[in-house]
């Protein structure tokens, strides 16, 4: 697949030089909106402008969409006023939000310049809501009918205010005042009859979400619930809008994103990978790079108060590695599990005590294998004392069982608080296990060996 995706950009690129526009156009219309707009990207940037205008008008919205933010940027900039309308009209309202979200204050200017009073207004609506709310991702291009309408009535509204429309598939029955009675399908439509009223055929079991609500959990109900769509309403259950299948699965993206580089320590970015600069992607970086190499100075200190332990006994220093490293691991295991589980809602905070209760069981399987398996191993292959051997394995386990308690009762916690439970993650719980390790195995050392 890559390689036919370099071989078609190469021929795009060839014809352009040979400016053959008629059958560089043709083979650009076979492609979907987001294959063209992949092509574009990997385009010189003075070539985009002109790939973009070989484009029908339609085909055009669409790949610019799909297109990153400094590419859209990069057209606006070279549009003039008309070919800037052309395209904004054929936008989605959710999609020119978007835009304008990721746009300088100058682009943002002119882009709503070149907007219509009424989409201005609602543009501007939308942008009051929180960056992290339903409100900020939902559109208000829905089909609504109304409750005294019958099928007939409603399929021709439909026919007659849809073409705009974001989805038809499903659509809202309100009243005068938008309040939202419930829901109904075009499936649901189309086998009714046509005196059939719509009051007898919607669904009032649907789900909706308030303006307000965070769009992550929004999300969640489209996983749950099976959506296409789902309708936002406000304090009065008016309906103000609805989000889309696509937009919610922009955000599990966006969130699972975000939650990979905080398990990761690493402060999230809207930007690509190859779109972060170096010095982006340091700024990222470093602020927790710092904290944990901090934290993890108390590490050293524990080591320094035991040097006459190690002087006495220098092997116990070669298996200081394995412990603190099974730790974190163990710890991370745990965490990472968990963190997955509060983020898909199987657990909640009134589990606590049951997750600790398995994890207690889990750990305890762990640790004892572990440690059989380690003493075996010290035993036969490293020669060393029975005592000493002890000393690492009992180490061993009581690590795998703190870590794993720590790993599975931090993310619980600090969603509990308020926090997010992904900044839990392996970073910060292997730094709290390894000096609790070495503490343990010290401890240990010191009253089995006594030195």
Known sequence: MEEREIELEEKIEHLLEEKKYQELKDIILTMNAADISSVFEEMPENKIPLLFRLLPKVLAAEVFVEMEADAQELLIRGFSDNELREVLDELYLDDTVDIVEEMPANVVKRILQNSDNETRNMINEILKYPDDSAGSIMTIEYVSLRINMTVEEAIKRIRRTGVDKETIYTCYVTDESRFLHGAISIKTLLLADEDDAIKDLMDTNYISVHTLEDKEDVANKFNKYDLLAIPVVDDENRLVGIVTFDDAIDVMQDEATEDIKKMAAIIPSDKSYFKTNVFETWKARIPWLLLLMVSATFTGWIITSFESALGALPILTAYIPMLMDTGGNSGGQSSVTIIRALSLEEVEYRDTFRVIWKEIRVAVLCGLTLGICNFAKLMIFDGLKLEVALVVCATLVITVFIAK??????????????????????????????????????????????I
């Open 405 to 450: 308690f720590i790993g599975c009762t931090l993310p619980i916690l600090a969603k509990r608080i308020g926090f997010d439970p992904a900044v839990m993650a392996s970073p910060f719980i292997t730094t709290i296990v390894d000096a609790i390790s070495l503490l343990v195995y010290f401890r240990i050392a010191t009253m089995v060996l006594g």
